[in-house]
């Protein structure tokens, strides 16, 4: 899995097609400042066929437009039940920052991201103190898919899966890169996470 920038990056939309090619398994799509017009502007320029694989973490109104099946809802927005109104017909997924968070989520989730698994990439300074990875061996939850999320790169996203995660995001790795498309190549082809 892959998480957009927030701000922009040049060639975007074309190394996101890359990416798909390449075996990108879902894209996450974190523009929480764009406009509506913005938003489909940017969908638009990610071929259709790949929509299955297009995850909002913002927009949600725009989903059924978009031909989008997958939300995903922040932590914040999941303890205010802001996915209630969204429930149906989508595939959903949040975000924690705990294990012991992640083991009272119920089976409406797809997947949870858990981080920081690792010092982040791309927010510096955040997870230096405080990263999850040695909490993964208290997961109780298997109704659940867990996702690592946080640091990782190609240097070390084997030790997430050795924790016991189901599978990996990306963010800063790719985004952070002068050769974003090689760095996922090197995981991807390395990668034994389920799809």
């Known amino acids: 899995m892959l998480l957009s920038p927030e701000q922009p990056i040049r060639d975007e939309s074309a190394i996101v097609m890359a990416l798909f090619k390449r075996g990108l398994s879902l894209f996450h799509i974190r523009k929480y400042r764009f406009t509506d017009t913005e938003m489909m502007a940017y969908v638009n320029n990610i071929d259709h066929f790949y929509r299955k694989q297009l ?27 802001k996915q ?6 989508f595939t959903l997924s949040t975000s924690v920052h705990a294990i012991s968070t992640f083991n009272t989520l119920d089976a409406i989730w797809d997947y949870a991201f858990l981080s ?11 997870g230096i103190t405080d990263t999850v990875l040695d909490d993964l061996c208290l997961r109780c ?11 990782i790169n190609e240097l070390n996203y084997t030790e997430v899966f050795t ?15 002068p050769k974003p498309i ?14």
Do not use: C
Request: glycine share 10%; hydrophobic share 40%; proline share 4%.
């Open 55 to 81: 995850v909002l973490h913002s927009h949600f109104h725009l989903a059924n437009e978009l031909g989008i099946e997958r939300l995903h809802i922040r932590e914040e927005d999941r303890k205010q039940h």
């Open 141 to 151: 939850n298997s109704d659940v898919r867990l996702v690592g999320l946080g640091g």
């Open 182 to 195: 090689q760095v996922f190549d090197k995981i991807n082809n390395n990668n034994f996470s389920p799809n």
């Open 84 to 89: 209630e109104a969204f429930m149906t017909g």
């Open 163 to 177: 924790a016991g995660a189901d599978a990996i995001a990306l963010l800063g790795a790719v985004w952070n890169s």
């Open 116 to 126: 920081p698994v690792f010092p982040s990439i791309s927010k510096k300074g955040y």
